[in-house]
């Protein structure tokens, strides 16, 4: 079985401020990875995955995810906040062999103050 | 079409009413997910279809909920005899395959509101 957790469900930054935040997964086979946006009354657009090969991720927007396998832990992080950032922020983990059923975190709404 | 569409994009249904919505995939997938959203957080996986089969059914609910990928027809969802815990927003996902590694497009949802 696989789980994913969130680590705050709220996060507030100043713009310009370093964002951080956390993803942890177990997982009993290697995982593959996302981090999902969710912008008000939309779906969830990919930011970025981490499936094989380099741990360091990068995605849209400045985003970027570090895989470490040793802390289960896939925590996105971008340099300098902006204010376009505010949504709502998913982590989500699937299996090689379980198709691309995904099992998301309860996600992290990230608020940038000005 | 190059995005996945979802009709309709709010459904208010009385309790014990039915309410079906509808997903048309990007043209070319062969895979669709079906997942529910509660309280603007817990996403649940409820069903997957590879083309028109059942692919994996194990977050179905086993009564009310039944879903269907027909050839040349958009996606369904439907929910019989709905209850006030069915409020949620419903997403669909298509992907060309099945690989674990590999993207899943979303679309905007329905949000189903049951009074």
């Known amino acids: 079985a696989q789980s994913v957790t969130q680590l705050g469900s709220h996060v507030s930054v100043s713009e310009g401020a370093l964002v951080l935040l956390r993803c942890n997964y177990s997982?009993?086979?290697?995982?593959?990875l996302f981090w999902y946006v969710q912008y008000p009354n939309q779906g969830l657009q990919l930011l970025l995955k981490?499936?094989?090969?380099?741990?360091l991720v990068k995605g849209i927007n400045g985003f970027e995810a570090e895989f470490k396998k040793s802390e289960t832990s896939f925590h996105l992080t971008k340099p300098s906040a902006h204010m376009s950032d505010a949504a709502e922020y998913f982590c989500?983990?699937?299996?090689?062999?379980?198709?691309?059923?995904?099992?998301f975190g309860g996600g992290t709404r990230l608020m940038v103050k000005p | 079409g190059e995005e996945v569409a979802q009709t309709p994009k709010h459904l208010v249904r009385g309790e014990g009413q039915k309410a079906k919505l509808y997903c048309a995939p990007i043209?070319?997938?062969?895979?669709v997910f079906w997942y529910q959203q509660v309280l603007k957080n817990e996403f649940k996986f409820l069903i997957s279809?590879?083309?028109?089969?059942?692919?994996?059914e194990t977050g179905m609910p086993k009564e009310r909920f039944s879903a269907k990928c027909l050839p040349n027809s958009p996606c369904s969802l439907e929910i019989q005899a709905t209850k006030l815990e069915d409020s949620a927003v419903y997403f669909c996902?298509?992907?060309?395959?099945?690989?674990?590694?590999?993207?899943?497009?979303f679309g905007q949802g329905t949000r189903l509101t049951v009074v």
């Open positions: 996902a298509s992907s060309p395959n099945q690989g674990g590694s590999t993207e899943a497009f």
């Open positions: 997982s009993s086979v290697p995982p593959y």
């Open positions: 981490y499936t094989t090969g380099a741990t």
């Open positions: 989500a983990v699937s299996r090689y062999n379980a198709g691309n059923m995904l099992t």
């Open positions: 043209k070319g997938h062969s895979y």
């Open positions: 279809f590879q083309n028109e089969n059942v692919f994996d």
